[in-house]
């Protein structure tokens, strides 16, 4: 099983500001990778996939690279609404698939 | 634009099985293309797949959960489901249901059922 490995558990940001979010996977996956966003109470929200492909209506504040093990999602400048649990997925061996352990962006 | 929901007992007993339907709206699942799957939140806690199909009838399941679960598809009414046996506290959890539809993994995602599992 390919293990997905999230940092940081929480990140810590102020409105307007850049956040990084990284994941490692233990196996190559391509580009293979999605992310999600998932708000409480909510099912998640596909934002990239292709490791670096924006899904439709996602803002081009969202952003992913990376190939192979390492991975990043970027979010240029957070919004209110962009407070939240973020996922990273892997598909490489499609319709199997493994998720991050999540990376909570809380407001600093 | 597809629309999926999950419908189910928000409580079942230990030991006994669990049956979940997703009902998807919004566009029909006889196409070929379309995979389904189920997925899983325990209580604070992060995502853990459970099985995928696709609509040919090729199914996937997770492998840390054996052979307790089955999935199948109604064409007829555009849903498909979930059972999962021999149920134990640890599956208590939020089930969501998911689809793929246009990109290369699940992008229509329901809102979740929570399920417990009592003693």
């Known amino acids: 099983e390919i293990v997905l490995t999230q940092s940081p558990a929480t990140l810590s940001v102020f409105p307007g500001e850049r956040a990084t979010l990284s994941c490692r996977a233990s196996?190559?996956?391509?580009?293979?990778l999605a992310w999600y966003q998932q708000k409480p109470g909510q099912g998640p929200r596909l934002l990239i996939y292709?490791?670096?492909a924006r899904a439709t209506g996602i803002p081009d504040r969202f952003s992913g690279s990376g190939s192979g093990t390492e991975f990043t999602l970027t979010i240029s400048s957070l919004q209110s609404e962009d407070f939240a649990v973020y996922y990273c997925?892997?598909?490489?061996?499609?319709?199997?698939?493994?998720f991050g352990g999540g990376t909570e962006v809380e407001i600093k | 634009q597809l629309q999926v929901q999950e419908s189910g007992p928000g409580l079942v007993k230990s030991s006994e099985t669990l049956s979940l339907i997703c009902s998807v709206s919004?566009?029909?699942?006889?196409?070929?293309?379309?995979?389904g799957g189920w997925i899983r939140q325990a209580p604070e806690k992060g995502l853990e797949w459970i099985g995928s199909?696709?609509?040919?009838?090729?199914?996937f399941n997770n492998p840390s959960l054996k052979s307790r679960v089955t999935m199948s598809v109604d064409m007829s009414k555009n849903q498909f489901s979930l059972r999962l046996s021999s149920l134990t506290a640890a599956d208590t959890a939020v089930y969501y249901c998911?689809?793929?539809?246009?990109?290369?993994?699940?992008?229509?995602w329901g809102q979740g059922t929570l399920v417990t599992v009592s003693s």
């Open positions: 998911a689809v793929r539809a246009t990109y290369q993994t699940f992008d229509y």
């Open positions: 919004g566009g029909s699942i006889r196409s070929g293309a379309y995979y």
């Open positions: 199909f696709s609509y040919s009838g090729n199914t």
């Open positions: 196996r190559i996956v391509g580009t293979n």
């Open positions: 292709a490791a670096s």
């Open positions: 997925q892997q598909y490489n061996n499609w319709p199997s698939l493994t």
